[in-house]
């Protein structure tokens, strides 16, 4: 039996790995390899020193200082030296790799991949999965045909007020039929990355791919059900609009309001906006039987606490005037206020052959076919339907799998 991400409430999963000392034991060590050791790399280098039960055993980057970096954060847990791989094939092809977890620039997903698919080892790829929904739909079929697991990295399921929102609606069924899903991300423009790829729609696959792939695969996931259209508006404000790198001028929206009608007759919407002081995300489910709020208000200010909640405002339910939530603290400030950590246990759990629900790259594909449909409705100024979209990205199958 496949074990859902929200069988457990976020307090269930903060208890059992208060206990879990079993992951420790070195026997169950899995040699992983880092491609891509960015901020996001460096996030896996420091959830997989905290959970132990993987050790960072080779680096490949084409970027020096990246290397120095993710070697600098390694060294906080660990004085064990890691190989440091010269070319992508070398660092696919180590005998003692268990696991391969790339974390490069989107553009490079679908090339990288190709090529650690010669090896034969599960692999791990960072959303979203690619730029386009050719390459998209080329990295599903390779992993149809895949004789190991391949894990996509969007792990907002993870965070602790998506866990339990899930477990109340899925699990508990405390909203009764749910009708509609309303999701809204606000927070400061993009980081700076190496390269600034984020800045442009060619590397990143554009802002509602790059960044909001994480919100359409928690919708689609809350829904349930096929997507059947897709309305959106939205565009440049405020961010980067004389941005130039090496030349070339970003491109990149930085707002916008999308509304999805699923095939279930659940109706849904999100809301982007990228030029807000603090990061703050919420998502409302409603049902017949009342209204479900779960939110996070994080900052870069590392003065401010990061706090999530959960509302269920269903007559007589515990949380009806609301509970704050959250895991212990050294696993929030690991990255993504845990998220990224209890991925991470999901990926070795795939390892270990166990059967858990983490992102698939069928899952992928369907987040970046609506974040597609959206950004083709906001430059067409119409709405899409999502049978054709996919028709003409040649992903049809994929709707009726
Ligand atoms: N799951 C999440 O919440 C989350 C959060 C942040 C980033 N990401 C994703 O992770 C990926 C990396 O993002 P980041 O923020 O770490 O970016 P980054 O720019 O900080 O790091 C990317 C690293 O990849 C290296 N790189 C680039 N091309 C390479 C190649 N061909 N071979 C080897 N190394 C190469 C760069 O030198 C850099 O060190 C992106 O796909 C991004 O969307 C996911």
């Given at each position: ?129 690619a730029?386009s929904l050719k390459d998209g739909a080329e990295i599903l079929q ?219 790259p069928k899952?992928?594909l369907m987040?970046m076919l609506?974040?597609s449909a ?12 999502i049978a054709e979209h996919a028709k003409r990205n040649g992903i049809e199958a994929i709707l009726h799998q």
């Open positions: 039996m496949v074990r859902k991400f929200y069988e457990e409430t976020s307090a269930d999963r903060s208890a059992r790995v208060a206990k879990q000392i079993g992951y420790q034991d070195p026997r169950k060590m899995h040699n992983l390899l880092i491609i891509g050791s960015g901020l996001i790399g460096r996030e896996h280098i420091r959830v997989a020193s905290l959970l132990g039960a993987g050790r960072i055993h080779g680096i490949y980057d084409t970027n020096q200082q990246s290397i120095d970096l993710a070697e600098a954060e390694l060294q906080k847990f660990s004085n064990e030296k890691v190989v440091r791989y010269t070319s992508l094939h070398n660092a696919c092809t180590d005998q003692a790799v268990d696991v391969i977890l790339i974390c490069t620039p989107n553009y490079t997903h679908h090339q990288i991949l190709s090529e650690a698919v010669k090896s034969g080892k599960p692999i791990f790829v960072e959303k979203p999965m730029t390779l992993s149809d045909s895949y004789s190991k697991f391949i894990q996509v990295g969007m792990q907002y399921r993870y965070k602790a007020q998506y866990v339990d929102a899930f477990h109340e609606v899925k699990s508990l069924n405390s909203l009764g039929s749910v009708k509609t899903i309303s999701m809204s991300e606000y927070r400061p423009p993009f980081l700076d990355k190496v390269e600034q790829w984020n800045k442009f729609n060619e590397y990143s696959g554009g802002t509602l791919v790059e960044k909001c792939c994480h919100y359409f695969d928690l919708i689609n996931l809350m829904a349930e059900a096929p997507p059947r259209d897709v309305f959106a508006c939205g565009g440049r404000a405020v961010n980067f609009l004389n941005f130039e790198y090496k030349g070339r001028k970003s491109d990149i929206d930085d707002h916008g309001f999308v509304i999805i009608n699923y095939c279930n007759g659940i109706r849904a919407n999100f809301t982007l906006n990228m030029f807000a002081n603090e990061f703050y995300e919420e998502l409302v489910v409603t049902g017949e039987k009342g209204r479900l709020v779960a939110s996070e208000k994080a900052s870069t200010d590392k003065n401010r606490q990061t706090k999530a909640s959960i509302m269920v405002e269903v007559k007589g339910h515990q949380y009806y005037e609301g509970t704050e939530i959250g895991y212990p603290a050294n696993i929030e400030k690991s990255g993504h206020h845990g998220a990224t950590f209890f991925e991470h246990e999901a990926l070795i759990d795939q390892l270990q052959q166990k059967e858990v629900d983490a992102a698939s899952q992928g987040a609506v974040a959206a950004q083709r409705s906001i430059l067409e100024n119409k709405v899409i339907s």
